[in-house]
């Protein structure tokens, strides 16, 4: 049993770290929330054949990166590796992809065969965020401004937002042609995973880290010569209004994402605070894939935020947790019960209530509530449970802050409780 361990590439999160965790969380659903945008939740396992059609079979992610198995009806299944497709399949699945425009947000696990670091596990979990129904340059530049504010809202710094244009199918493929004849025409200097990449997704040796092929790179062809005026006046629009709403951004003409789906608008924002694995959010459109996976031919543009990279970056303040609101010392059978009912009437007033049930002395309990830095304590004796009574008192020698209440005297213990709470309102 000693020699159990988790999974490499997993990890497991303590309530230590989960109050970060949660504290993010929260901010990031206050924002959604005041972004109109609506929460979704599909399930952590799908069909394979959703993530073939919709991410695509030569991509790294489906061809490498999957976790997929046979369940006992022989069908083959996946573990989720992103969210979009999820999204999509269950809009398409419920008759909603013929709907008006749609905001919608997720979060939760996905997974991935990846080699573990700092920010990236093989189950991972990601906030993603989908704008389905409108093809306007308008969504594009809606949602990428919601991105930004969002880590704005976190504190994150160093904050850096690259943004390319991929055109529509008939642009890439244009491009994508005239790249794989210069790649042919250089297959030999080329690493040897571009090499792979030649035939099976070309578009992924743009932004290879080999810095041989990356110079080499210099020379081939640019996606951004191949885009129909259409595609750049577009391009332009975006551009136009990031800038008047002072939103920084970098052209990357080398920027593709790893997914199949997208078309037009590509982006990323990166942290300087992450070094070599910067990126904290990526997105882009992707106006195809709800008809490719068998639903309305609808327009939709999306991004995901990586959360364990989110948590390397946010700051202290994210790590501080609420204290006890009160403390339930108690001695003897009678006290014991009593103290039970209090503290689930006082977890119905919102208040953070811990009971002693190690029945030691009231001074060992005294200390304990001490170390727990509780705002109060309330102690129930034998002598206070005959009377159905508590005291109740600051965590202080003062014993003007001491009052005793009866246990049925609702009004008595919500004027205490604001004393405890100042924010507090029944």
């Known amino acids: 049993m000693n020699n159990l361990r988790n999974l490499r590439g997993t ?37 394979t054949e959703l993530f073939e059609r919709g991410i695509g079979e030569t991509t790294d992610v489906v061809s490498k990166e999957m976790y997929t198995f046979l369940d006992r009806g022989e069908r083959s299944c996946t573990l989720r590796p992103e969210g979009t497709a999820s999204v999509v399949r269950a809009i398409i699945n419920n008759g909603l992809s013929n709907n008006s425009y749609q905001k919608l947000w997720y979060m939760g696990p996905m997974f991935r065969y990846e080699r573990p670091q700092a920010g990236r596990q093989r189950q991972f979990h990601q906030l993603g965020v989908e704008y389905i129904g ?65 035939k099976k997704n070309p578009l992924r040796i743009l932004d290879t880290k080999n810095s041989e092929t990356q110079n080499l790179l210099k020379n ?10 259409k595609s750049l006046d577009r391009y332009a629009l975006i551009k136009e209004n990031l800038d008047f709403l002072k939103i920084p951004f970098i052209e990357n003409v080398k920027l593709v994402r790893g997914l199949d789906y997208y078309t037009h608008t590509a982006f990323e924002i990166t942290s300087g605070e992450l070094g070599s694995q910067a990126t904290v959010c990526g997105g882009g459109r992707y106006d195809n894939l709800i008809k490719q996976i068998g639903g309305n031919d609808s327009p939709a543009i999306g991004f995901a935020i990586g959360l364990e990279r989110l948590m390397l970056l946010v700051g ?29 009437k ?18 060992k ?46 009004d008595g213990l919500e004027k205490w409780l604001k004393n405890i709470i100042p924010d507090y309102s029944a």
């Open 346 to 363: 006082l977890r119905k007033y919102d208040v953070i209530t811990e009971m002693d049930v190690s029945g030691s002395s009231i001074s």
């Open 11 to 47: 990890a497991d999160l303590m309530p230590d770290q989960l109050i970060k965790w949660q504290n993010v969380e929260s901010i990031l659903r206050e924002q959604l929330q005041r972004s109109s945008v609506k929460e979704i939740r599909t399930p952590i396992i799908e069909m």
């Open 134 to 198: 409108s093809n306007s340059p308008r969504s594009d530049v809606e949602l990428i401004s919601l991105a930004w504010d969002i880590l704005q809202k976190l504190g994150i710094k160093n904050l850096n937002l690259e943004i390319n244009s991929l055109g529509d199918i008939e642009d890439r493929e244009n491009y994508q042609n005239s790249f794989i004849e210069w790649l042919e025409s250089n297959y030999k200097l080329l690493d040897i995973d571009s090499q792979k990449r030649v």
């Open 316 to 344: 202290k303040n994210f790590e501080i947790k609420r204290d006890i609101d009160v403390y339930i010392i108690n001695k003897g059978m009678r006290a014991e019960a009593m103290a039970h009912k209090l503290s689930s």
């Open 220 to 229: 081939a062809p640019v996606l951004i010569d191949f885009l129909s005026q």
């Open 365 to 410: 309990q005294l200390k304990k509530a001490n170390k727990c830095k509780t705002k109060s304590i309330i102690v129930i004796g034998e002598e206070e449970a005959m009377k159905n009574q508590f005291k109740i008192r600051l965590f202080s020698n003062n014993k003007d802050k001491e009052k005793i209440i009866n246990l049925d005297d609702d």
